[in-house]
């Protein structure tokens, strides 16, 4: 009787136990210090502290067409070419982070060591082709674009987003449906 409520209790402490041991991490919101739903200013503040990201200040923020989107744009061929990054892009929506864009350097890191640590890390995606990887949960899309791009996107923002620019059925689709589903 004492070995099976030694085994029980064992049990019931090395389960949860295993279960952190085990576990894969969850999803970066973004990479170094720069996280999906920063400000504006935050992102600035953060990109000058690390110069891996080659951010020269405000002449590499611009304005996208439409709901005054902005746009930092990096490069660092001139101000960081030790840099295993090559230009980053960081999108912004309702004055919020929601897209974290990287070119990897090509010469310095290779697709293959990138989608083997993503999967250690991670777990295999939830998506794969030839040309991109991707995990996912419930606020983050990580991908892995082919020939060399680490991509972090806010997926409650991109899903709004992407219903939001769904056209309208016209009054005549609209009829014909209806009467495909009276069938």
């Known amino acids: 009787m ?3 409520k030694t085994l029980y209790v064992f ?16 999803l970066p919101q973004g990479y170094a210090n720069v996280k999906l739903g920063m400000s504006l200013d935050s992102v600035k503040d953060e990109l000058k502290k690390d110069s891996q990201f080659g951010y020269r200040g405000d002449r590499d923020v611009s304005l996208l067409p439409g709901d005054a989107r902005v746009l930092i744009e990096t490069d ?11 230009r980053c892009w960081f999108q912004f929506y309702d004055e919020k982070l929601y897209i974290v864009t990287i070119n990897v350097n090509p010469q310095k890191m290779d697709y293959y060591s990138i989608f083997k640590t993503l999967c250690e890390k991670y777990g295999n995606p939830d998506s794969l082709n030839p040309e991109k990887s991707e995990w996912k949960n419930d606020s983050v899309i990580l991908s892995l674009e082919r020939p060399l791009t680490l991509k972090y996107t806010d997926k409650a923002v991109f899903d ?3 219903n939001d620019s769904q056209v309208k059925q016209t ?6 449906d209806k009467f495909l589903q009276g069938l």
Do not use: G
């Open 171 to 176: 009054s005549e689709e609209d009829s014909r």
């Open 2 to 4: 004492a070995n099976k």
């Open 160 to 162: 709004k987003l992407q």
């Open 76 to 86: 660092t061929k001139i101000n960081a070419p030790y840099s295993f990054l090559e």
């Open 11 to 26: 049990i019931v402490l090395l389960l949860p136990l295993s279960l952190v041991l085990f576990a894969e991490e969850s």
